[in-house]
């Protein structure tokens, strides 16, 4: 079955760094591949959707990539703030699945000053 | 984008008793909504595709019995944890999408539940 992995649980950074996720999967690509910002108690916010025949997308502070040769997506939020302080989702959408996510494990962001 | 209301956002209940959350989709109509259960520090799990005037589809290990959902129009679905245990307990997701494959996801602000 299809596995995604993001790295690990938890992230700290300091403010003004860039911080990069990722997302790795095994077995087939997905046709697309989102990211979501949770917040505690709340439910994901889309942040941004790649194509599997699109390398790269940005968003203002914000860069995904996406090599499906790897099986991995990169998540960037370049000059980190603490209010970007959240569990970042990668989430994966196969062809034919009605818009079904199928979520990562979620990596927690915490922007220190 | 669209606007999902979930309600209640949190809700105790004892062991065995029947729990319903509702899903509002407030400004577009979802001929299809999901719902979604994470457990304290993991992701979401798909628990089932609600449909629109006909049956959920549920996910492998997920019991249909015991989470009953009923999608009677296209702003409204309903989850109803049936017969709660405390192993139910956790943070209950709906979501709808446009319905285009690949589009982004809305999602409720989620419903916690405890059992006790």
């Known amino acids: 079955s299809q596995k995604i992995e993001q790295n690990s649980e938890a992230l700290n950074i300091q403010e003004g760094k860039t911080a990069t996720l990722t997302c790795n999967y095994t077995?087939?690509?997905?046709?697309?591949l989102q990211w979501y910002r949770q917040d505690p108690g709340r439910g994901p916010v889309f942040l941004l959707l790649?194509?599997?025949?699109?390398k790269e997308k940005r968003k203002e502070r914000l860069k995904v990539t996406f090599d499906t040769t790897l099986k991995q997506s990169l998540f960037h939020i370049t000059a980190s703030q603490p209010a970007d302080s959240a569990t970042y989702l990668c989430?994966?959408?196969?062809?034919?699945?009605?818009?079904?996510?199928?979520f990562g494990t979620g990596t927690r962001l915490q922007v220190t000053l | 984008g669209a606007v999902v209301s979930q309600h209640p956002s949190w809700v105790i209940c004892k062991s065995g008793t029947s729990v319903k959350i509702e899903c509002r989709s407030l400004?577009?109509?979802?001929?299809?909504m999901f719902w979604y259960r994470q457990f304290p520090k993991q992701s979401l799990m798909l628990m089932a595709t609600?449909?629109?005037?006909?049956?959920?589809?549920?996910e492998q290990g997920v019991e249909k019995d015991k989470f009953l959902i009923n999608h009677a129009s296209l702003t409204l679905s309903t989850l109803t944890v049936t017969s709660a245990h405390p192993e139910d307990s956790s943070f209950y997701i709906c979501?709808?999408?446009?319905?285009?494959?690949?589009?982004?996801?809305?999602f409720g602000q989620g419903t916690r539940l405890t059992v006790v």
């Open positions: 979501s709808i999408s446009f319905g285009t494959a690949g589009t982004e996801a809305f």
């Open positions: 609600s449909n629109e005037g006909s049956k959920a589809t549920y």
């Open positions: 077995n087939y690509s997905p046709a697309y």
């Open positions: 989430a994966l959408v196969y062809t034919g699945t009605a818009s079904k996510l199928t």
């Open positions: 400004d577009f109509q979802a001929t299809t």
């Open positions: 790649i194509r599997e025949n699109e």
